[in-house]
Nanobody, 123 residues
Framework: QAQLVESGGGFVQAGGSLRLSCAASGLIFGNYAVAWFRQAPGKEREFVAAISRSGVNNMIEESVQGRFTISRDNAKNTVYLRMNTLTLEDAAAYYC????????????????WGQGTQVSVSS
């Protein structure tokens, strides 16, 4: 059974950095595009970034461009989200999701989801 497990969340001061990891098991990882979404209290889950199966192509949401990068290591079945210069608006639960074939920015396109990792940002 496919499983995604996020890690790396925590407390950070504004301006700080975190790297989130999404470890996959139970699927042929190289066949799946992976995305990160986030959800703040009282808000809808929103797209953050996605990466293609090979890792060659990716898409970063405009609001975090220049601060966030997404990468993957298929040998380790892991996708990473590097987050720099964090702001209060970045505080949320971050979820990774996997989709067979190409990436998408739409959450309904993703079949497998992790349980999320919390990112808290203080001023």
């Amino acid at each position: 059974q496919a499983q995604l497990v996020e890690s790396g969340g925590g407390f950070v001061q504004a301006g700080g950095s975190l790297r989130l990891s999404c470890a996959a098991s139970g699927l042929i990882f190289g066949n799946y595009a992976v995305a990160w979404f986030r959800q703040a209290p009282g808000k809808e889950r929103e797209f953050v970034a996605a990466i293609s199966r090979s890792g060659v192509n990716n898409m970063i949401e405009e609001s975090v461009q220049g601060r966030f990068t997404i990468s993957r290591d298929n040998a380790k079945n892991t996708v990473y989200l590097r987050m720099n210069t964090l702001t209060l608006e970045d505080a949320a639960a971050y979820y990774c999701a996997a989709r067979f074939d190409g990436w998408s920015r739409y959450r309904d396109d993703y079949l497998y989801w992790g349980q999320g990792t919390q990112v808290s940002v203080s001023s």
